[in-house]
């Protein structure tokens, strides 16, 4: 199933909807975005969930629904979010899979270039968008490429220490 995804992510160019990377777990869809506003990436996440159910009822040759839920989506506003996201979506599998190496076959790993070692991208049209933010390009490499080893870490220790009462510092 998963070829017909990746297809689907790959229509997904061709919209206002810039799929940078996406990682596909057994039961939901982890993807980084980019989109010029609201309704910009209400539009694309519509039209994406609907190719998507369509490539994935036609895979298991059924109709009906496919999505249980609405999606989540956060603005990732800071250097750090966006290392941390990438990390989250692309090293996912290893909160679930320890001591496996290599990377995620169901995931855009193999088309990310902010990889700490040099690493043989996959030859063909790629399926996901050339980030055009500042965050998404450069920002977030300030803070180190990602380690293939990498593993995503808990939430709260993502966006440093919390002080009292909630605050973070």
């Known amino acids: 199933m998963f070829p017909a995804l990746q297809r689907g992510f790959a229509m997904s160019l061709r919209t206002g909807l810039r799929i940078l990377h996406f990682s596909v777990q057994s039961n939901h869809v982890h993807l980084i975005i980019e989109a010029e506003d609201r309704r910009a ?3 694309g996440i519509q039209g994406l969930a609907i ?4 490539a994935i009822n036609r895979a298991l ?10 999606y989540h989506a956060r603005v ?3 250097p750090r979010e966006v290392r941390n996201g990438l990390v989250y979506v692309l090293q996912n ?3 679930h899979l320890r001591g496996i ?3 995620d076959p169901c995931s855009s790993a193999k088309w990310f270039g902010g990889w700490s070692k040099a690493v ?3 030859p063909g049209r790629w399926p996901v968008a050339t980030p055009r933010t500042w965050l998404a390009t450069v920002g977030w ?5 990602v380690d293939p080893r990498e593993a995503p870490v808990p939430p709260r220790l993502a966006s440093g220490p919390v002080r009292s009462k909630g605050r973070r510092d």
């Open 120 to 122: 043989t991208t996959e």
């Open 141 to 145: 490499r300030r803070l180190g490429l």
């Open 61 to 70: 040759n059924r109709s009906g629904s496919v999505w249980g839920d609405r």
């Open 101 to 103: 190496g290599g990377f």
């Open 76 to 78: 990732l506003r800071t």
């Open 93 to 95: 599998w290893r909160k």
């Open 51 to 54: 190719r998507l159910a369509k």
């Open 41 to 43: 990436l209400s539009r």
